[in-house]
């Protein structure tokens, strides 16, 4: 339950993680519910790069460029999170609402 040490935990190990869209899209989780947008949007970028065929990567972008101001380019995610077919049926009602 305690966010911010989860997140020390993922940032100290990141260099063994780099090449998983998993880690990378738990840590943008853990960063976007801390309040740091900015970082939130650089990792899921990467589980994105990493891992673009999965939704939920998407979707956390789109939430993370909300976060920042950044809401064109948060529907472009949530759009891009719909197009894979993969969502859950709560994240998909969640990005049609935001894209809407």
Not at 26 to 52: D, P
Not at 63 to 88: D, I, K, P, Y
């Amino acid at each position: 339950g305690d966010v911010a040490a989860g997140e020390k935990t993922l940032a100290k190990y990141r260099g063994s993680a780099a090449g998983s869209a998993e880690y990378a899209g738990f840590h943008g989780h853990l960063l976007l519910r801390l309040g740091r947008g900015r970082e939130a949007v650089e990792a899921y970028q990467q589980a994105v790069r990493l891992g673009a065929a999965d939704g939920r990567w998407w979707f956390g972008l789109g939430q993370s460029l909300e976060a920042e101001g950044r809401a064109a380019e948060g529907r472009e995610a949530f759009r891009r999170a719909l197009a894979t077919n993969n969502l859950n049926a709560d994240l998909a009602a969640l990005a049609e609402q935001k894209i809407r």
